[in-house]
């Protein structure tokens, strides 16, 4: 990635949102479970404690992440429907005449059947190409070719 901010489609911004709700709602179960560190107790009651102490601070840690990520997207505006770029939506067309809509994303931390993420071959491969662009990919069974139909956000 360019280190620019990137643009997101809605999609994807309603997905980060959620995983956001998801995993803070987490933290704080996590959080509210941890005791006073000065009690004293038996060794695994220590150890179960920094275990959640742990999970606490990696759960912070993506909690950060995604609001780095939606911010910086906000920043970057909505994404082009000129070109395709990390955000767009792309109606694709397969060499055996199946349609589909895929969206182009930063990473795979969204879960949805749709992302193609950046910097995979099929969504290196459609970064910067028009509508009406044949663009060829390297796919699990080879070499394949997709036909970009349409862009949109």
């Known amino acids: 990635m360019s280190g620019e901010p990137e643009p997101m489609s809605a999609a994807e911004r309603r997905a980060l949102e959620q995983e956001l709700a998801d995993v803070t709602a987490e933290r704080n ?3 509210a479970t941890l005791q006073d560190t000065t009690e004293v107790g038996d060794h695994a009651d220590q150890a179960d404690e920094l275990i959640r102490s742990d999970e606490t601070h990696r759960l912070d840690a993506r909690i950060d992440e995604i609001k780095v990520r939606l911010r ?3 920043d970057a505006g909505p ?12 109606e694709l067309r397969y060499a055996d ?17 749709t992302l193609v993420t950046a910097d995979s071959p099929l969504g290196s491969a459609l970064l910067g190409h028009r509508t009406g662009d044949s663009v060829s990919y390297d796919a699990p069974d080879g070499q394949a070719t997709v036909t970009v139909v349409s862009l949109g956000e």
Request: a negative charge; zero cysteines; hydrophobic letters at 45%.
């Open 79 to 90: 994404p082009s429907t000129d070109v395709v770029g990390v955000g767009s939506t792309v």
């Open 29 to 31: 179960a996590d959080a």
């Open 72 to 74: 910086g997207a906000a």
């Open 97 to 113: 005449g199946s349609v589909a809509t895929v969206q182009i994303g930063e990473g795979a931390a969204v879960l949805d059947r």
